[in-house]
């Protein structure tokens, strides 16, 4: 078997939860329109909010606008709809400066294959700019090399794609079994770097449902402990033990 010398994550609901995040980023950009002056019932806002995401994508800019033209003309009577809107996306934003936070374990799991040598990078779909504002915030950036990020937009090539992850390895110099993929998306982040003979990992602890469980990841774990574990034991890495209570950084 090929050493490891690089390992590539997924960002979404695989370093930080997207689901939580994002779930209370709308409560709270919702009770923000209701206390702006909207006069409708939460659950009825939220789930039309819901609705305009399934249908414009969560990477289109004008969720809220487009949310008030579909809600009724007596709700917004007595305020300036402007001052609504603008009450959502405030919320919205403030959940993000203050709530967008790295999984427990994923900082000090990246510092520890860092200091073994392996190259640490990201493969993440998205538009340019919310990928990278993301690998900023999460505070990821001191722990991935800094010609390792790949983010789809800006590549003009998006996930599932196979041709993403040959583009990745090629401008990291590193041959597909010796690199490891890690993701929750077993179609999107497991099956198609597993085609061109990376190692995969799926780390299924936000895993949704609809998932293709007839495809098999190399490595299939819980969290980055657990992948700790997997690297020490089957691939001979030499991963200093860390605690996932504790920041890089604060020790």
Request: glycine residues 6%; proline residues 6%.
């Amino acid at each position: 078997m090929e050493p490891l010398r690089a390992i590539l994550f997924d960002i979404d609901d695989t370093l930080f939860s997207t689901t939580t995040f994002a779930t209370k980023a709308r409560r709270n950009a919702v009770r923000a329109m209701l206390r702006a002056g909207l006069k409708m019932e939460e659950e009825a806002v939220y789930s039309e909010l819901q609705e305009v995401i399934r249908e414009f994508s969560s990477n289109y800019s004008q969720h809220f606008d487009k949310l008030l033209m579909r809600l009724p003309l007596a709700a917004q009577v007595g305020t300036n709809p402007a001052l609504i809107v603008a009450s959502g996306v405030a919320a919205y934003h403030d959940t993000k400066f203050r709530d967008l936070l790295p999984f427990a374990d994923a900082l000090p799991f990246l510092k520890a294959v860092r200091s073994v040598g392996l190259i640490t990078g990201v493969v993440t779909h998205g538009l340019t700019a919310k990928q990278a504002e993301k690998i900023v915030r999460l505070g990821l950036l001191p722990y991935l090399n800094p010609n390792a990020i790949f983010i789809s937009d800006q590549l003009g090539i998006a996930k599932p794609n196979a041709k993403l992850y040959q583009a990745a390895l090629r401008a990291i110099g590193v041959a597909p079994g010796e690199a490891m993929h890690v993701g929750d998306s077993l179609s999107h982040d497991i099956a198609p770097p597993k085609s061109l003979g990376m190692r995969t990992a799926w780390i299924y602890r936000t895993a949704r449902e609809g998932q293709d469980l007839a495809i098999k990841p190399s490595h299939r774990v819980q969290d980055f402990k657990e992948l700790a574990q997997v690297l020490r034991k089957e691939y001979d890495l030499d991963l200093p033990q860390f605690d996932a209570s504790v920041a890089p950084g604060q020790e």
